[in-house]
């Protein structure tokens, strides 16, 4: 496998999508980079970051998420909180996942949806749906909305998200989804319903240890996965969210795999607005154990690190995360965060005790969560996009 020390040029890679560009990296070399890092790796990639004259390379957020940056972790705090109140003021955007179906054809060993988990499936019909939405809004005034199913092609396929989304459309001024990838036309023919945002877990990048973690169903198929950030940029999605499961495989080089994708995405699609998601595993009914495990202190390092690696990118965090971690974090980097989540299909008003996906750690009511923010001095939104630019 050849290795390179810097990005491909864009001329080079334009013509293809990401999954045949990331063979051009080396897994155990990405580690090697990461933990070769010197703390004298570390002063000169913030005092570049710091100078704000050249953007970072995924190379300099290699050095910044080594175990010798942890040493430079007040000053990464820093210029993490400079460049995100710089960029997005002091606010924190809040949003809330609706799951609509836990039937998934996947075996994905980690999660509560694996095919195999001997437990009745629901796919919400369209009056449950807007059981859904009215419940949600009842929970506080959202305007963000992620629709979530598993990958249940002939269940929760195009035609049915379609529906779903022209129900949600009325209720909610900004709508994304997290389900099976789609055909660059099927992303195209859900945008023109309404959808603004797409948020793919590649949950993790290591191609050879992906096919274990994932050994049945279309998520089996690597390369379809990876490829179908390209198939939304090509569909002109407005938004794309990437991220990464922390807890399969080596944490350091799965992001810096991800920072490498980011900067491809953002040179072949750079009309469009990207986030990034990193979730630590949480227990389901899989009852997997991760095979890594990232404490808060090298979580926070790693926001403070995208953060300074790129100063418009939407950083997340979900309910997976602990209450006091969340609400430390909120002047650090983070700039939006779920609220209320259930991971169950019809878990806030139609079929409450159905299989969901994932345990979540912070159960907090939204409006403590809005109560929270405010106490840090921020702004809680709950609507940064207007059906009107549509």
């Known amino acids: ?29 990405t580690i090697r980079m990461v933990m070769e890092a010197s703390v004298g790796d570390v002063d000169r990639v913030l005092s570049k970051a710091g100078s704000n004259k050249k ?25 993490s909180n400079r460049f995100t109140t710089e960029r997005f003021g002091k606010t924190i ?44 809004k009842r929970l506080g005034p959202f305007e963000n909305l992620l629709i979530v199913a598993g990958e249940y092609p002939s269940l929760c396929g195009v035609d049915y998200m379609e529906r779903v989304i022209q129900t949600c459309r009325p209720h909610f001024h900004n709508l994304s989804i997290e389900v ?55 569909a002109g999605i407005h938004k794309i969210g990437l991220g990464v499961l922390l807890g399969l495989e080596n944490w350091h080089a799965d992001v810096v795999m991800m920072a490498r994708h980011l900067r491809y995405l953002q040179k072949k699609y750079w009309r469009t607005r990207y986030a990034v998601n990193f979730p630590r595993m949480r227990p389901s009914e899989s009852g997997f154990q991760p095979k890594c495990v990232i404490s808060d202190r090298e979580l926070a390092q790693l926001t ?24 430390n974090m909120i002047p650090l980097g983070v700039t939006s965060m779920s609220a209320g989540s259930k991971t169950d299909p019809g878990g806030y008003a139609s079929t409450p005790d159905s299989l969901e996906q994932f345990e979540v750690s912070d159960e907090r009511h939204p409006k403590d969560v809005e109560t929270a923010i405010r106490r840090k001095g921020y702004d809680p939104v709950w609507k940064d996009w207007d059906s009107v630019f549509d």
């Open 1 to 29: 496998m050849q290795r390179m020390s810097s990005d491909p040029s864009p001329d080079a890679i334009f013509g293809h999508g990401f999954a045949e560009v990331i063979d051009m990296y080396d897994w155990d070399e």
């Open 55 to 79: 953007p970072l390379s995924p190379e300099d957020f290699a050095i910044l998420v080594s175990p010798a940056a942890s040493r430079r972790i007040e000053e990464m705090a820093a210029l």
């Open 180 to 234: 099976q990838p789609m055909r660059a036309a099927d992303y195209k023919r859900l945008s023109e319903s309404g959808l603004n945002g797409v948020v793919c877990f590649q949950e993790t990048y290591h191609k050879e240890a992906y096919r274990g973690y994932h050994p049945k169903g279309m998520k089996s198929h690597f390369d379809w996965r990876l490829n179908g950030f390209d198939r939304m940029g090509e």
């Open 93 to 136: 955007s809040l949003y809330i996942p609706m799951y609509v179906g836990n039937a998934c054809t996947n075996k994905c060993v980690y999660c509560g949806f694996n095919h195999d988990n001997p437990y009745e499936r629901t796919v919400l019909d369209m009056s449950q749906v807007e059981q859904e939405c009215l419940a949600i």
């Open 304 to 327: 403070f690190a995208f953060r300074i690696f790129d100063h418009d990118i939407d950083i997340s965090y979900s309910t997976r995360e602990a209450p006091d971690f969340r609400d």
